[in-house]
C-alpha cells in the first residue's frame, strides 16, 4: 500500500464516522487528530533514525511489523492492543509525548487522554505501513536508508492535500522546535 493511499483510507469517511463513535467524539476531531498526528509521528520517527541507538532499534520494529496488514484500516485501527500501541507511541514521541498531544488537543478540542487514545492507534498503523515500505526498499538495489525512507514519507505527507493550510501551518509551528 503506497502511503497516498492508506492516507484516504484513513480519511475515508465510513473510518472517520466509525473511529469516532468507538472513540465517543465528532469525526471532524478524529480528522484533525490524523491529519496532525501522522506527521508529528513521522517526523519524530525521521529524527530518533538520526541516533545510532535509536536507529538500530526502530529497523528492529519496523522488521516486526514488516508484515502488518494495513490494506482494511478500520479492521487494522480496531484490532490494535492499545497496551501495546501506547508502549509503541512511547518509544516514538519519548518526553515529548505529552507536549505533542497537549498541541494536538488545544487545535482538536478534545482532551489530552482523547489525543494520546488515538495516536496509540495510530502508531502501529504507521510502523506497520513503514515496515512494509522498508521491507519492499531493501528489495531494492539502489534503495537509501531508513533516513531516505522516513524523508520520503514525511515529504509526502507534507504535500498531501488532506491537511488544509490552519493545520498545516500548526504543524509547522510545532514541529519547527517542538523536537530539537
Do not use: C, W
Not at 475515508?12 to 473511529?19: A, H, I, P, Q, R
Not at 532499534?57 to 479492521?75: C, P, W, Y
Amino acid at each position: 500500500m503506497d502511503l497516498s493511499q492508506l492516507l484516504t483510507d484513513l480519511f475515508d469517511e465510513k473510518t472517520l464516522k466509525e473511529l469516532a463513535k468507538d472513540k465517543q467524539v465528532e469525526p471532524e476531531k478524529v480528522t484533525k487528530v490524523a491529519q496532525m498526528g501522522v506527521p508529528v509521528l513521522l517526523e519524530k520517527l525521521g529524527i530518533n533514525a538520526q541516533n545510532e541507538e535509536k536507529r538500530t532499534s526502530l529497523e528492529k520494529a519496523l522488521q516486526d511489523h514488516e508484515d502488518d496488514d494495513g490494506s482494511d484500516v478500520l479492521g487494522f485501527l480496531k484490532r490494535v492492543d492499545q497496551e501495546d500501541s501506547s508502549k509503541m507511541l512511547n518509544h516514538i514521541l519519548g518526553s515529548k509525548k505529552d507536549t505533542v498531544a497537549q498541541g494536538i488537543a488545544k487545535q482538536s478540542g478534545l482532551d489530552m487522554g482523547e489525543v494520546v487514545s488515538m495516536l496509540s492507534m495510530l502508531a502501529p498503523l504507521v510502523m506497520g505501513y513503514l515496515g512494509n515500505q522498508k521491507k519492499q526498499q531493501s528489495t531494492q538495489k539502489d534503495s537509501g536508508g531508513l533516513g531516505d525512507l522516513l524523508g520520503k514519507v514525511t515529504k509526502q505527507v507534507k504535500a498531501s492535500d488532506k491537511t488544509d493550510s490552519s493545520i498545516g501551518d500548526m504543524l509547522t509551528g510545532m514541529l519547527g522546535g517542538l523536537f530539537k
